[in-house]
């Protein structure tokens, strides 16, 4: 029976999410999508990156990284979601820990709250519909 070795991969790279230390970054999900919560989990599951939490609102979020405080290296935040929005819950957690890494996922048409969460210290923003290369593109960048 061939196992792995007899086969060499010509695409052989190190995941995505892995520390120059070999520890995978964590990232934590804050969507009251469910989809866009498992789809970004998927995408960053399948590189190598550690998903240690998801939330369905800024309330939970912002309490999640409170908890999960410092094992969190970035945070994906939705923009529009019930009791406490992305932008709010955003300037929660910046208010909490000055260099966290907060990367703001937004529909289309959503400009002007992505500009404010610039400002307040987002590192970086996705649009929906999720791109896979575009998302780890942007959380790597952010990370790097």
Same mark, same amino acid.
């Given at each position: 029976?061939? &196992? ?21 970054? &964590? ?9 866009? &919560? ?6 960053? @599951?399948? %590189? ?25 290296? /970035?945070? @994906?935040?939705?923009? @529009? ?6 932008? @709010?819950?955003? %300037? ?8 966290? =890494? ?5 529909? /289309? ?10 400002? /307040? ?8 519909? !999720?791109? =896979?290369?575009?998302? /780890?593109?942007?959380? !790597?960048s952010s990370l790097g």
């Amino acid at each position: 029976m061939k &196992t792995k070795q007899d086969f060499p991969s010509i695409n052989e790279r190190e995941a995505a999410g892995k520390k120059p230390d070999g520890s995978s970054y &964590t990232v934590m999900v804050v969507d009251d999508s469910m989809f866009v &919560t498992k789809q970004i989990g998927q995408i960053l @599951t399948s %590189e190598g990156f550690e998903v240690v939490g998801s939330a369905a609102n800024g309330e939970e979020g912002v309490e999640m990284y409170k908890e999960k405080y410092p094992n969190v290296d /970035l945070v @994906t935040m939705d923009i @529009t979601m019930p009791k406490m929005d992305g932008v @709010t819950a955003l %300037e929660k957690i910046m208010e909490f820990d000055k260099n966290a =890494r907060v990367i703001m996922i937004s529909a /289309l048409g959503k400009q002007d709250l992505v500009k404010k969460s610039l400002l /307040l210290g987002a590192k970086n923003y996705i649009v929906k519909p !999720l791109d =896979r290369k575009k998302v /780890l593109e942007r959380i !790597l960048s952010s990370l790097g």
